[in-house]
């Protein structure tokens, strides 16, 4: 009775598992397409981990890498709501709406994501939601989409401008910056993972990913993939980067609506965008003095706003975030909260861009030493840096050898042909046919010896086979990732692209996925 009574428990718990996956998936595919699904599938995500924390005894809670600076952030948060300028029920339902959605989230994602193959669970749900967002961009290119309403085209400055694609993201500037996390993610994986087959389908799609992306003719997003691709050239591969370039460079001058809206980031003209950001950025200042410990309030930047309103005169306007992450977050939950937020947001890019020295410094004088050594580091151990030093080694190889040669030429005495070399080559030996028999018998035996390997090639090797190429698809996720959270950094320069919700699940989704990436990893060294 009690063995029936232990399978059908383990049945149960293998149901929840199975059942939390797909639910995982689910959040990962709709969240760009129906975000009202994966809301409802993270709630259900939820209560399953809570059954089977309750069920499963093996299943236990466990800590992930930055889980103290998300305390922070979450305790701030809701003391700016309690302290905020700003009674408002808004203010309250959208802070248990969205910061609730973004814990649970985290939470969802980092204590179920346990296992390689889990980890591409969700990576396909991701991954089949971009491929229909892109094919949505596309579409809304070619046969057009109605955009009469919107506000994204300064007329005046870009009379050529006519058509912007948003696809499932509302906002041309925000599906931009979707993009760039979706193209870092395939670069970290195109760079640890893959046969050939493979790595070509990925650069197709970043290929595509691109195209679309500037179709959406924002240029914040632009400049920034373009420093991403540089990064990842100097210390990935620098072919890439070429062909980016190439890439750049057709589009470029294909397009001179394109080209006029990326060179306008260089002039000292400014469009209404520009010069709305910077007076947004003037405005908002003001309000972090004011504000310094836990902020307006987090959602209440539109409602302060008028009040530091010193560049708009239409009071009808309204301004719903700074247009910059970082003064945006700090106006909203005060400095202390945006450090603690940008200790998880930062500390998880560089956990997942593994930037850790393989030299030991026992006294660093200034930090001036200290930048240049990380710098130095950074360029060393570069993949371009390598080719150069095989380059140049290969050079030099070649040199002296060419030296030796005609030194050897020149200086060198014929020698005199030995007694065994003047008799008739047609006459062979007995000793001689007896030790090319030997020869011909062991190379026999040997190619008998491979063939017999061959034939003995178990099932334990292929599962080693499996574990390699699982760690290095974990750790190209985990890069991936990496380079995500920084296209994120410095999109936030120019824009609070995070204030979408979609674009803000996604982050922390990904800075889940990140600290599940990191746990296994982790345990992989230590086994």
Request: proline share 2%; glycine share 6%.
């Amino acid at each position: 009775m009690n063995r029936i009574s232990d399978f059908s428990k383990l049945r149960r718990v293998r149901d929840i598992e199975i059942w939390t996956l797909r639910i995982i998936w689910a959040e990962g595919f709709f969240l760009t397409l129906f975000p009202s699904i994966s809301t409802f599938a993270i709630i259900l995500g939820i209560l399953l981990w809570l059954v089977r924390l309750k069920i499963d005894k093996n299943f236990k809670f466990r800590s992930l890498p930055y889980d103290l600076p998300i305390i922070l952030f979450v305790v701030i948060s809701t003391a700016s709501i309690i302290f905020s300028p700003v009674k408002s029920f808004e203010l309250f339902y959208n802070f248990l709406s969205l910061a609730g959605i973004y814990i649970l989230t985290y939470i969802l994602i980092g204590q179920n994501i346990r296992t390689p193959e889990q980890i591409k669970i969700l990576i396909k749900g991701i991954g089949a939601s971009a491929v229909f967002v892109v094919f949505g961009g596309f579409f809304q290119y070619i046969f057009g989409v109605d955009i009469a309403d919107m506000k994204w085209i300064d007329g005046e400055a870009f009379p050529e401008l006519r058509k912007r694609i948003f696809s499932t993201l509302e906002n041309p500037n925000v599906l931009a910056g979707y993009l760039d996390v979706m193209i870092c993610i395939a670069l970290g994986i195109l760079a640890k993972f893959g046969n050939k087959k493979q790595k070509i389908f990925i650069a197709v799609a970043i290929f595509l990913m691109t195209v679309c992306l500037a179709m959406t003719y924002s240029r914040g997003a632009f400049l920034t993939l373009a420093i991403i691709f540089v990064i990842y050239g100097i210390i990935q591969d620098w072919r890439i980067l070429i062909i980016f370039l190439a890439l750049m460079g057709i589009i470029f001058f294909s397009e001179t609506t394109f080209s006029e809206r990326i060179i306008s980031i260089f002039t000292d003209t400014l469009d209404s965008s520009e010069g709305l950001r910077i007076g947004i950025w003037v405005s908002t200042i003001p309000m972090i003095a004011d504000h310094p410990f836990v902020g307006v309030g987090w959602g209440a930047f539109k409602f302060i706003y008028p009040q530091y309103n010193y560049y708009l005169a239409d009071t009808s306007i309204t301004i719903f975030h700074a247009h910059n992450l970082y003064l945006n977050t700090a106006a909203e939950i005060g400095i202390v909260g945006a450090m603690a937020y940008f200790w998880y947001f930062f500390g998880t890019m560089f956990m997942a861009l593994d930037l850790r020295s393989n030299h030991r410094y026992t006294i660093i004088t200034t930090t001036a030493e200290f930048f240049i050594i990380k710098i130095w580091e950074f360029i060393s151990e570069s993949n371009f840096f390598r080719w150069i030093i095989d380059l140049k080694n290969n050079f030099k190889k070649s040199l002296e050898n060419l030296s030796n040669k005609i030194l050897k030429k020149f200086n060198s005495k014929p020698e005199k042909p030995s007694e065994k070399e003047k008799r008739d080559p047609n006459l062979v030996h007995h000793d001689e046919l007896k030790r090319s028999s030997r020869k011909k018998n062991s190379k026999k035996n040997d190619d008998d010896d491979d063939k017999f390997d061959l034939q003995k090639f178990s099932e334990q090797t292929k599962k080693e086979i499996l574990v390699i190429e699982n760690k290095n698809f974990v750790a190209g996720i985990r890069y991936g990732i990496g380079l995500a959270f920084l296209s994120m950094a410095i999109n936030g320069l120019s824009d609070n692209l995070l204030f979408n919700m979609q674009s803000s699940i996604l982050m922390w989704q990904l800075g889940a996925l990140a600290a599940a990436c990191q746990i296994f990893l982790k345990k992989d060294e230590k086994e």
